[in-house]
């Protein structure tokens, strides 16, 4: 499987990539800083140096064409909420919108576990500006026609991972996940259609990942 990581110099998609190309996929990096091309083709995958921010659709569709899977793990990185918009909202689903022209399969989309209107931060609240982008892209995902895969981990750590989750989590109860379980999740529902067009909210746990994929039915 060819696979176009987006953010992948981020610490989600450098745990990713390793994982996917000791799986066997042909994996490529998409970075805005050329600087980092030497840490990402340290874990095995092509650097591939673009601005997701200014690239437009038919940049994007020319990026992603021959691609077999997409997984978006860019991110402004807060801060800046003009940036948030046009990444984390619009550049995200420019994104999909090329995936889908550029006959794409599937598109794993990490998101987070707040990313529902059911659970709104205030709207003087910093943090909104990004909960809203990450909704609308995570809605424009669920509309288009691609096996997509929304993963909603709660909130991220730094420490080791051994594989399990919390299936029963949901949006924004306490849980962690460990960035490296993300990332784990993220390889192993690539190769699970099982996990196509569903929102899979989940932290840290003693579920075995194979074993909750293999629940979904």
Request: glycine residues 10%; aromatic residues 4%.
């Amino acid at each position: 499987m060819r696979t176009t990581i987006f953010g992948g110099h981020g610490k989600v998609a450098l745990l990713l990539a390793p994982l996917l190309v000791e799986a066997g996929h042909e994996v490529r990096s998409v970075i805005r800083n050329p600087d980092h091309v030497a840490d990402v083709e340290a874990t095995g995958a092509t650097a591939v140096v673009s601005s997701v921010e200014d690239a437009d659709l038919a940049d994007l569709t020319d990026l992603l064409r021959g691609s077999d899977a997409v997984v978006w793990s860019a991110g402004a990185g807060g801060g800046d909420p003009k940036r948030t918009d046009a990444v984390d909202r619009d550049a995200a689903i420019r994104s999909m919108d090329a995936a889908v022209a550029a006959g794409v399969a599937r598109y794993v989309m990490v998101s987070f576990s707040g990313a529902s209107t059911d659970h709104l931060v205030a709207e003087d609240d910093p943090f909104r500006r990004y909960q809203d982008a990450k909704i609308a892209a995570d809605e424009h995902l669920r509309g288009t026609d691609l096996g997509w895969t929304i993963l909603g981990p709660g909130a991220l750590t730094t420490e080791p991972s051994d594989g399990k989750v919390n299936p029963a989590a949901t949006s924004r109860d306490g849980d962690e996940s460990p960035r490296e379980l993300v990332a784990q999740v993220a390889a192993a529902v690539l190769a699970d259609e099982r996990a196509a067009r569903r929102t899979l909210v989940f932290g840290k746990g003693d579920v075995p990942i194979a074993d909750w994929l293999g629940s979904l039915g």
